[in-house]
T-cell receptor, first 112, second 114 residues
Framework: AQSVAQPEDQVNVAEGNPLTVKCTYSVSGNPYLFWYVQYPNRGLQFLLKYITGDNLVKGSYGFEAEFNKSQTSFHLKKPSALVSDSALYFCADTGGGNKLTFGTGTQLKVEL | NAGVTQTPKFRVLKTGQSMTLLCAQDMNHEYMYWYRQDPGMGLRLIHYSVGEGTTAKGEVPDGYNVSRLKKQNFLLGLESAAPSQTSVYFC?????????????FGPGTRLTVT
């Protein structure tokens, strides 16, 4: 069965600094990895996904993620954080199937 | 396109009452899902459907039933609500054009059971 781990409950970063939100996945099937963002009282919005190909995936709002097979990681990154990036971020994996397994989420707080 | 919509947005139930949550999608997606979101636990799959007339159990199906009579609608029922079912419920739909089953989410229903 798929499992996804987000080791940090919260990440704090100053506006303008680079940000990283960590995610690791279990090695079971083919990883089809996703990042979603959730703003307060809203549904989840798709940011980016990795299926195959380039290990660096670019997504919405300037976010990108790097797939690292040897470390079984799929960390979310942004070169320069904005206060408006403050939200709850979820990593997820389908393992090539039709169901998503979610991590527990990481709360990102970007401060002035 | 409205995408994925959910009705109602908020609801308060007393223990033992029943209710149905409605999810509708206008993207002609085959797959639909119901999740619940609880603090510190991420999203957990309750039931899902791979097509009209089909349903299957997810990770936490107990106390819930679903139906998919029409392709665009996926209903989640609580027959006898319990306080443990206080949660935020999300519906999603997906397709598989590239094999990824990327999911599109509704805005959520906040349910409180007293």
């Amino acid at each position: 069965a798929q499992s996804v781990a987000q080791p940090e409950d919260q990440v704090n970063v100053a506006e303008g600094n680079p940000l990283t939100v960590k995610c690791t996945y279990s090695v079971s099937g083919n990883p089809y990895l996703f990042w979603y963002v959730q703003y307060p009282n809203r549904g989840l919005q798709f940011l980016l996904k990795y299926i195959t190909g380039d290990n660096l995936v670019k997504g919405s709002y300037g976010f990108e993620a790097e797939f690292n097979k040897s470390q079984t990681s799929f960390h979310l990154k942004k070169p320069s954080a904005l206060v408006s990036d403050s939200a709850l971020y979820f990593c997820a994996d389908t393992g090539g199937g039709n169901k998503l397994t979610f991590g527990t989420g990481t709360q990102l707080k970007v401060e002035l | 396109n409205a995408g994925v919509t959910q009705t109602p947005k908020f609801r308060v139930l007393k223990t033992g009452q029943s209710m149905t949550l409605l999810c509708a999608q206008d993207m002609n997606h085959e797959y639909m899902y119901w999740y619940r979101q609880d603090p510190g636990m991420g999203l957990r799959l309750i039931h899902y459907s791979v097509g009209e007339g089909t349903t299957a159990k997810g990770e936490v199906p107990d106390g819930y039933n679903v139906s998919r009579l029409k392709k665009q609608n996926f209903l989640l029922g609580l027959e006898s609500a319990a306080p443990s079912q206080t949660s935020v419920y999300f519906c999603a739909s997906s397709y598989s054009e590239d094999g990824s089953y990327e999911q599109y989410f509704g805005p959520g229903t906040r349910l409180t059971v007293t």
